[in-house]
């Protein structure tokens, strides 16, 4: 099994910024690809960004290009997801998952492992 815990979730205003991180952790965990997602309320949850293993390649929703960057360093862990220019419309639940694979993925069902979540606000 694999456990994947998200931080750094806040509140902020327009055009603030925020770093979310997520660890992930556990026997199974190797050369995993990571991923993040959000899910406002009465929403359906919502692919943002991914990373493969080695870190290289990265692909992104289109309503966060160019605002939000998710890395990884040699260590591998954690993920981060940098987030810059909010709008109110990214206030969300965001969740980190973890593959089995290193490629990377854009859909939920690409993804094995899940954390709990962590809100990020933005008002106006």
């Known amino acids: 099994q694999v456990q994947v815990v998200e931080s750094g979730g806040g509140s902020v205003q327009t055009g603030g910024s925020l770093r979310l991180s997520c660890t992930a952790s556990?026997?199974?965990?190797?050369?995993?690809?990571m991923g993040w997602f959000r899910q406002a309320p009465g929403k359906e949850r919502e692919f943002v960004a991914s990373?493969?293993?080695?870190?290289?390649?990265?692909t992104y929703a289109h309503f966060v290009k160019g605002r939000f960057t998710i890395s990884r360093d040699s260590a591998k862990n954690p993920v981060y997801l940098q987030m810059n220019s909010l709008k109110p419309e990214d206030s969300a639940v965001y969740f980190c998952a973890a593959r089995k694979t290193d490629t990377v993925g854009v859909s939920a069902s690409d993804f094995d492992y899940w954390g709990q979540g962590t809100q990020v606000t933005v008002s106006s």
């Open positions: 990373i493969s293993w080695s870190g290289l390649t990265t």
């Open positions: 556990g026997r199974t965990f190797g050369n995993s690809a």
